[in-house]
């Protein structure tokens, strides 16, 4: 059964990049859809992006312009940057496995626990 | 791209029958039928309910169903328990190859 494990630094300044990563057992991430997903506190879940093993990537629009993923297949790792940040990029951000064919469409089947990103100067 | 539409919170007693609806547009709900529901207790990361709008993961009890028509999808749990209460959220791919939540939906079991 794949695990999914969030870590990058708890704290970032205002108009810093965020930077996370996303280690992954039990899986490889040469397969399926690689999937970024955050939620402030109390709020709604927010889809920012995935990456599919060939490095094509799908980003939220609204956060199209200061999103990039990137793949480490060595590491077996897929990473997230959210650059210029503000307060509102503040949230409990999921790193998941989403699965895609024909017959069953697409979603996201695994998630890991989730690692708090607080903006704060 | 706009958060799809969910109710705030459904409630109902034990045993009885809830729908949470999820209101889309022909980008996403209405245009295909990869629409999946996941549910959410405190503090933990979601889990997935239904998927291609009405297909069960194993393990996932028979009383939660899913349908769609039109632009809008529905959960609905049949025999309410009082562990199903949590959050639940809808998501549905789009039209531009990206995904998109619903605001979710408070389950209170009264």
């Known amino acids: 059964q794949v695990q999914l494990q969030e870590s990058g630094p708890g704290l970032v300044k205002p108009a810093e990049t965020l930077s996370l990563t996303c280690t992954v057992s039990g899986g490889s991430v040469t397969r399926d859809y690689w999937n970024w997903i955050r939620q402030p506190a109390g709020g709604q879940l927010e889809w920012i992006g995935r990456i599919y093993s060939t490095a094509t990537t799908n980003y939220n629009p609204s956060l199209k312009s200061r999103v990039t993923m990137s793949l480490d297949t060595s590491k077996n790792q897929f990473s997230l940057r959210l650059s210029a940040v503000t307060p509102a990029d503040a949230a409990l951000y999921y790193c998941?496995?989403?699965?895609?064919?024909?017959?069953?469409?697409?979603?996201?089947?695994?998630w890991g626990p989730g690692t708090v990103v607080t903006v704060s100067s | 791209q706009s958060a799809l539409s969910q109710p705030a919170s459904v409630s109902g007693s034990p045993g009885q029958s809830i729908t949470i609806s999820c209101s889309g547009t022909?980008?996403?709900?209405?245009?295909?039928?990869?629409v999946s529901w996941y549910q959410q207790n405190p503090g933990k990361a979601p889990k997935l309910l239904i998927y291609?709008?009405?297909d069960r993961p194993s393990g996932v009890p028979d009383r939660f169903s899913g349908s769609k028509s039109g632009t809008t999808a529905s959960l609905t749990i049949s025999g309410l328990q009082a562990e199903d209460e949590a959050d639940y959220y809808c998501c549905s791919f789009t039209s531009i190859s990206t995904l998109v939540f619903g605001g979710g939906t408070k389950v209170t079991v009264l």
């Open positions: 022909s980008g996403d709900v209405g245009g295909y039928n990869y």
């Open positions: 291609k709008v009405s």
């Open positions: 998941a496995r989403g699965h895609y064919d024909v017959m069953t469409g697409y979603y996201i089947n695994s």
